[in-house]
């Protein structure tokens, strides 16, 4: 089993910065994804920025060179370091891990709200 603990959220002017984290509890295995996710009221939950365990990144094209993810292994650790935010960043921020090699191939922290005035 595992769970996803994410922290980092809250609210900040357009143009400022957050960092989320998501620590991830139990056995996430040497071959993982990490992701975050975010979802605003009355859209579909997207991807915003992926990690895999070798280190490869992926970004949605509308936080590419705001947006940076990173990890940190020995702690079963993810980041997402928000640059520039702009108010249309508003959302719950989701961290995922999925696990192509078990049973149970997809784990979802709670979420954490950011939200940014304009």
């Known amino acids: 089993q595992v769970q996803l603990v994410e922290s980092g959220g809250g609210l900040v002017q357009a143009g400022g910065s957050l960092r989320l984290s998501c620590a991830a509890s139990?056995?996430?295995?040497?071959?993982?994804?990490m992701r975050w996710y975010r979802q605003a009221p009355g859209k579909q939950r997207e991807l915003v920025a992926a990690i895999t365990n070798i280190g490869t990144t992926t970004y949605a094209d509308s936080v590419k060179g705001r947006f940076t993810i990173s990890r940190d292994n020995a702690k079963n650790t993810v980041y997402l370091q928000m640059n520039r935010l702009k108010p249309e960043d508003t959302a719950v921020y989701y961290c995922?891990?999925?696990?192509?090699?078990?049973?149970?191939?997809?784990?979802w922290g709670q979420g954490t709200q950011v939200t940014v005035s304009s």
């Open positions: 995922n891990v999925f696990l192509p090699r078990s049973a149970v191939i997809n784990y």
């Open positions: 139990g056995s996430i295995g040497s071959i993982n994804v």
